[in-house]
């Protein structure tokens, strides 16, 4: 089936300690976006890939970073620097014709104990 | 700024009720409006709309936008339990680099009681 998955559904972070969610679409799509979800705040971007072995910073990437080695796999990881990790994170790719429609994973909740 | 505020930000209905969702904007150089639809996890595309007074329709759920006054209105008509859910309207500038990135509104909350 084609589609966007994220890995793992949940998971817990000791304070101090960095973590990597991971987004892969087996859509062929070029573009991913990362976005983290808070109750009451709407969607907020955090990084985002035109292309391979590119990425630029959305509106909140303190704390977050990215990679992006193959068009397929666009993970994030949250590092000690974010001081208030736990929301519900969000991957999203685009394809080329689609214009602007994104198409999102089933999301990964961070927890922070 | 750019902005996308949607209203009402939470709704409770009862099944069979007709049901509109709102969506202004204010954005530099407008290029589409899109809306999801999220249940437990991901958002679900529904519509995109460009271009004014042209109603985009699938089933029960209904679609336009209005460019003069900026604004979207999402239409769902005799709810069912199954239409519970968040929906969230975003906006996409033309802005350089093409990067399509999306304004998006908080949302609104829509319970659909038996």
């Known amino acids: 089936d084609g589609g966007i998955t994220q890995s793992p559904k949940y998971l817990f972070r000791k304070e101090g300690q960095n973590v990597t969610l991971s987004c892969e679409q087996n859509?062929?799509?070029?573009?991913m976006y990362w976005y983290r979800q808070d109750p009451g705040q709407g969607l907020r971007l955090i990084y985002y890939?035109?292309?391979?072995?590119?990425?630029q910073k959305g509106d909140i990437a303190e704390g977050y970073s990215v990679s992006r080695e193959k068009k397929e796999s666009f993970p994030l990881t949250v590092t000690s620097a974010q001081k208030n990790p736990t929301a519900f994170y969000l991957c999203?790719?685009?394809?080329?014709?689609?214009?602007?429609?994104?198409?999102f994973g089933p999301g990964t909740r961070l927890l922070v104990l | 700024e750019d902005k996308v505020v949607q209203s009402p930000l939470s709704l409770v209905v009862h099944e069979g009720d007709t049901v509109t969702l709102n969506c202004s904007y204010e954005?530099?150089?407008?290029?589409?409006l899109l809306w999801y639809k999220q249940e437990k996890k991901a958002p679900t595309f529904l519509f995109m709309l460009?271009?004014s007074g042209i109603e985009k329709k699938s089933g029960r759920l209904s679609s336009i936008l209005d460019k003069k006054e900026l604004f979207s209105i999402l239409n769902i008509t005799a709810t069912q339990t199954g239409d519970s859910a968040i929906y969230l309207c975003?906006?996409?500038?033309?802005?350089?680099?093409?990067?399509?990135?999306?304004?998006w509104g908080l949302g609104t909350s829509l319970a659909v009681n038996p």
């Open positions: 954005v530099t150089n407008f290029r589409s």
């Open positions: 999203a790719s685009r394809g080329a014709g689609a214009k602007e429609t994104q198409y």
């Open positions: 975003a906006v996409a500038p033309i802005n350089a680099g093409n990067n399509r990135k999306l304004i």
């Open positions: 859509l062929n799509h070029d573009a």
């Open positions: 460009t271009s």
């Open positions: 890939s035109q292309i391979v072995n590119d990425f």
